[in-house]
């Protein structure tokens, strides 16, 4: 396997990216990239079948419009990471800003502990393309809001948390919110819909606590035992009844 | 129902003495006006939406259409119009949508600004046998270049050109996408700006399949909901437009009815087939200008920095100052839409009320840009309500580099402005997804019309620039001092920066 390494020591990110896209055009299959220090867009519109392994601190937008590598950063990103993001995976080992997975259309991002505000806007589905992101923390308000496809799965492996955040799945009219434990009606946003998990949704989300677990060497028994709230979308067709004809 | 029926928009009539009943006007109307009862046309005129199908096919010119044969009482200020809506809303309780572009009568300010011709002094020149430079480039073009002379007197250049975009002429089609329009139509609309040598907007549908061969005369659209985005649209585009706004429904978003969204269009734009397609008003990644500067260099950094970055924003009141932040946010044009622009649907307080005219934006803007020194650093498009090469030659005169025109193309493919594009049957195969009716439009001939009409204008650009003593369209821009104000307000006279007829 080739593998390739980079310092990100003082480059801006547009050499940095050049250096990334290089090396996968030359066949690397691991790209190790040390020293990250702010740089945005990290693997921005990156193809093939690569890892990359981020160290440090990523700036916004990484893995923004990405299709197929796979991610995995030992620190926190800045905002949006997976932006629009098509294929692959991003692994976060922290935390992450806001709007993380935004637009996300396919692919998979975990982030290990928390995230800021809007996580997962308006996520959408298409075919085999489910984006998926789970969240080992918990995310502040309006998680899941616009939200037209996918699936956003919430841990809260903290005590917490989230008993707070107001607009969970504000407009969503797709797709589906797995937040471990309950969630006070207060927290919901606009159009949302709350059931307890079953016993078949339970099972669907449990390869991902597994996927999860197995990542950042977390024990998953604890996430295995647990209620599940599930959010989905009061209807499919918010607008509907809207709009009269001139 | 205590409102009762409103008086019908369109009388239809068939005169039978020319009438033969070859029964046309049923097969074309997809309105459901016409039937045929016992070998004899019958009609439905309450379908009639006066979009002229059936004229236009009938072989004996045996119909005819009259507007509001049976009209309220008029009145100033409670007209027709206000009326039905407040009908339509004791109705329903619902807010209206509408087609098409702004439907009140607000003045025209193209239609007060005459153009300049040279008599006896600076003689005018003759197109036919003068070169005339319609060539536009439009990017960013460098604030200076550095030199280098080498030993042997060639000159080298050393400064580094960013990518722009090399047009034949400063016309190209804005962003109508699929699923507004039919294929049928993108298709006539790609083929003739190939053929041209300009460049037509995706829309925010993504780009089908089908249309790869033009890609090349293509701007790709991003929007807020990133309908048909991924990688591979953004490399196949000529250019990649952010759109923030449109004139036609200025700080909303917009949603495709899923009834709308069929298996092709559902292909495309990258969503479940009969899904709502809903684009938020903003930008859930743009909230600042520096967020704006993120999204743009976050598409430069994933097409390699080979593409120029268009932002386009409805005309509003602070359009200018917005371009100046634009013009920093490393964007290589801005587009202007106007509150004339067109759309499939919007809300018709939005169309009617919403914005400011695309004359005054785009004056202003310049303006702006220049007194900043920031103009190189941005191409302005200008769109929403050209009409003509009139439209065109005064609108680069108040500081344009080139504009998008939408509904003047499709009445090149025969639409006969009757909107009610929200409908998803329009009869000339173009705002409508329907397969027996988009096959009324043969991309063949429609690229022909459609590109007949940008040569004409052309032309006729041409023509003016020469008789005014321009051969270049460089000198055109921004050229204030060839246009009269005819009967404007001398505030708009001020905005405008021109002085009035006489001066």
């Given at each position: 396997?080739?593998?390739?390494?980079?310092?990100?020591?003082?480059?801006?990110?547009?050499?940095?990216?050049?250096?990334?896209?290089?090396?996968?055009?030359?066949?690397?299959?691991?790209?190790?990239?040390?020293?990250?220090?702010?740089?945005?867009?990290i693997a921005d519109g990156l193809k093939g079948d690569v890892s990359l392994i981020l160290h440090g601190v990523a700036g916004g937008d990484l893995g923004m419009f990405m299709s197929g590598p796979d991610v995995t950063l030992y620190g926190n990103a800045d905002h949006a990471p997976g932006n629009t993001m098509d294929a692959g995976s991003i692994a976060i080992h922290g935390s992450a800003g806001d709007a993380v997975a935004h637009s996300m259309r396919g692919g998979k991002i975990f982030v290990r502990d928390t995230i800021g505000y809007r996580g997962g806007i308006h996520m959408k589905q298409y075919l085999e393309k489910r984006p998926v992101l789970?969240?080992?923390?918990?995310?502040?308000?309006?998680?899941?809001?616009?939200?037209?496809?996918?699936?956003?799965?919430?841990?809260?492996?903290?005590?917490?948390?989230?008993?707070?955040?107001?607009?969970?799945?504000?407009?969503?009219?797709?797709?589906?919110?797995?937040?471990?434990?309950?969630?006070?009606?207060?927290?919901?946003?606009?159009?949302?819909?709350?059931?307890?998990?079953?016993?078949?949704?339970?099972?669907?989300?449990?390869?991902?606590?597994?996927?999860?677990?197995?990542?950042?060497?977390?024990d998953p028994s604890q996430f295995l035992k647990s209620e599940y709230t599930r959010i989905s979308p009061a209807s499919g067709r918010p607008f509907a009844n809207k709009y009269t004809w001139e | 129902m205590s409102i009762g029926t409103v008086p019908m928009k369109f009388r239809v009539s068939i005169d039978q003495e020319q009438c033969m009943a070859c029964a046309r006007c049923v097969e074309n109307c997809s309105y459901g006006v016409f039937r045929m009862e016992n070998g004899v046309v019958r009609v439905n005129p309450r379908h009639c939406v006066a979009c002229h199908r059936c004229l236009a096919m009938c072989p004996r010119d045996a119909i005819s259409i009259e507007e509001r044969p049976v009209d309220y009482r008029s009145h100033p200020l409670w007209t027709t119009e206000v009326k039905e809506a407040i009908f339509?809303?004791?109705?329903?309780?619902?807010?209206?949508?509408?087609?098409?572009?702004?439907?009140?009568?607000?003045?025209?300010?193209?239609?007060?600004?005459?153009?300049?011709?040279?008599?006896?002094?600076?003689?005018?020149?003759?197109?036919?046998?003068?070169?005339?430079?319609?060539?536009?480039?439009?990017?960013?073009?460098?604030?200076?270049?550095?030199?280098?002379?080498?030993?042997?007197g060639d000159v080298e250049l050393v400064s580094t050109l960013v990518p722009n975009l090399k047009l034949d002429t400063p016309i190209m089609i804005g962003h109508m996408s699929y699923g507004a329009i039919s294929l049928n139509a993108q298709t006539s609309l790609a083929k003739a700006v190939n053929e041209i040598g300009t460049f037509m907007g995706t829309g925010e549908g993504g780009l089908h399949e089908s249309l790869y061969p033009y890609q090349g005369n293509m701007i790709v659209q991003v929007a807020s909901g990133r309908f048909g985005v991924d990688i591979n649209y953004l490399e196949r585009g000529a250019a990649i437009e952010i759109k923030i706004g449109q004139g036609a429904k200025p700080g909303i978003g917009g949603h495709l009815p899923g009834e709308k969204v069929n298996k092709e269009?559902?292909?495309?734009?990258?969503?479940?087939?009969?899904?709502?397609?809903?684009?938020?008003?903003?930008?859930?990644?743009?909230?600042s200008i520096e967020d704006l500067k993120q999204l743009v260099r976050g598409l430069k950094e994933a097409t390699e920095w080979k593409k120029p970055v268009f932002v386009k924003i409805a005309a509003v009141h602070n359009s200018a100052a917005i371009a100046a932040g634009i013009a920093r946010s490393s964007a290589d044009a801005i587009v202007i839409d106007g509150f004339r622009g067109g759309t499939g649907a919007a809300p018709r307080v939005f169309r009617d009320h919403v914005g400011?005219?695309?004359?005054?934006?785009?004056?202003?803007?310049?303006?702006?840009?220049?007194?900043?020194?920031?103009?190189?650093?941005?191409?302005?498009?200008?769109?929403?309500?050209?009409?003509?090469?009139?439209?065109?030659?005064?609108?680069?005169?108040?500081?344009?580099?080139?504009?998008?025109?939408?509904?003047?193309?499709?009445?090149?493919?025969?639409?006969?402005?009757?909107?009610?594009?929200?409908?998803?049957?329009?009869?000339?195969?173009?705002?409508?997804?329907?397969?027996?009716?988009?096959?009324?439009?043969?991309?063949?001939?429609?690229?022909?019309?459609?590109?007949?009409?940008?040569?004409?204008?052309?032309?006729?650009?041409?023509?003016?620039?020469?008789?005014?003593?321009?051969?270049?369209?460089?000198?055109?821009?921004?050229?204030?001092?060839?246009?009269?104000?005819?009967?404007?307000?001398?505030?708009?006279?001020?905005?405008?920066?021109?002085?009035?007829v006489g001066a």
């Open positions: 396997m080739k593998t390739v390494e980079i310092d990100a020591k003082d480059l801006h990110y547009t050499p940095l990216n050049l250096q990334i896209r290089k090396a996968v055009s030359e066949g690397a299959k691991e790209i190790t990239v040390r020293n990250i220090m702010g740089q945005r867009f789970v969240l080992g923390g918990s995310a502040r308000s309006f998680l899941g809001e616009y939200m037209a496809g996918g699936l956003i799965l919430v841990l809260r492996r903290f005590p917490d948390t989230m008993d707070d955040e107001r607009g969970i799945g504000s407009g969503i009219h797709g797709g589906e919110i797995f937040i471990r434990g309950t969630i006070s009606d207060d927290c919901l946003g606009v159009g949302t819909k709350k059931d307890t998990c079953s016993m078949e949704e339970i099972a669907r989300i449990t390869p991902l606590i597994h996927e999860f677990a197995a990542k950042f060497e977390i | 339509n809303q004791a109705r329903t309780g619902k807010i209206i949508v509408a087609g098409m572009g702004n439907a009140l009568p607000y003045p025209v300010i193209f239609d007060r600004l005459v153009l300049d011709a040279c008599q006896v002094t600076n003689p005018s020149i003759d197109p036919l046998r003068e070169p005339m430079e319609l060539r536009t480039y439009l990017g960013k073009k460098p604030s200076h270049l550095d030199l280098l002379t080498k030993e042997n269009v559902s292909v495309t734009r990258m969503i479940p087939e009969g899904s709502d397609a809903i684009s938020p008003a903003p930008h859930h990644d743009i909230y400011i005219p695309v004359e005054a934006a785009i004056a202003s803007v310049d303006a702006k840009l220049r007194q900043q020194g920031i103009r190189n650093e941005v191409s302005v498009i200008a769109s929403g309500g050209i009409r003509e090469s009139a439209d065109v030659a005064k609108i680069i005169a108040l500081g344009a580099d080139a504009v998008y025109i939408g509904t003047a193309a499709l009445i090149a493919l025969g639409c006969r402005v009757c909107g009610t594009c929200n409908r998803g049957v329009c009869a000339w195969g173009i705002a409508t997804q329907r397969a027996d009716l988009v096959s009324r439009l043969d991309p063949e001939i429609g690229s022909k019309q459609v590109a007949n009409l940008i040569h004409g204008w052309t032309d006729e650009l041409a023509e003016l620039m020469g008789a005014a003593g321009i051969n270049s369209i460089e000198s055109l821009r921004g050229n204030r001092d060839r246009l009269r104000s005819y009967m404007l307000d001398e505030a708009l006279m001020t905005v405008l920066d021109v002085k009035s």
